[in-house]
């Protein structure tokens, strides 16, 4: 929130001032013949850790250094639902199709305006 308030300053549709209300989750031209409500963006991602028996699925990117593995992961795009973005993440990472999953939990991440979603994945 912190950041937002500091890149948010000034009304992106006239340029005046914006002040806070609501406890500082929104942010409102000072121009009152603008008068334009602002909201802190989200930017939803997933990740997901896929078990099957006793192993796990890790992904590796090229820029990883020598090693390095992680869980699968990626935005959400527009329109899609938080099982579209895992279903579709996952087969673009690694080519598998994924049916069996749940939610483990909702994160805000250090990264400002990011949401994260943590699946499991079974087979």
Request: hydrophobic share 35%; proline share 4%; aromatic share 14%.
């Amino acid at each position: 929130m912190n950041y937002w308030h500091k890149t948010h300053k000034f009304c992106g549709s006239c340029g005046h001032e914006n002040y806070s209300i609501e406890g500082g989750f929104v942010r409102v031209c000072s121009n009152q013949n603008c008068g334009k409500s602002h909201f802190p963006r989200t930017d939803p991602a997933i990740i997901t850790l896929i078990s099957f028996k006793d192993k796990v699925l890790l992904g590796r990117s090229h820029r990883f250094p020598e090693g390095m593995y992680s869980t699968l992961a990626g935005f959400v795009e527009p329109g899609e639902s938080l099982e579209q973005a895992l279903e579709r993440e996952v087969f673009e990472e690694v080519g598998v199709k994924v049916k069996k999953y749940e939610i483990f939990s909702f994160t805000a991440l250090a990264i400002p305006s990011f949401t994260n979603v943590r699946f499991f994945c079974r087979s």
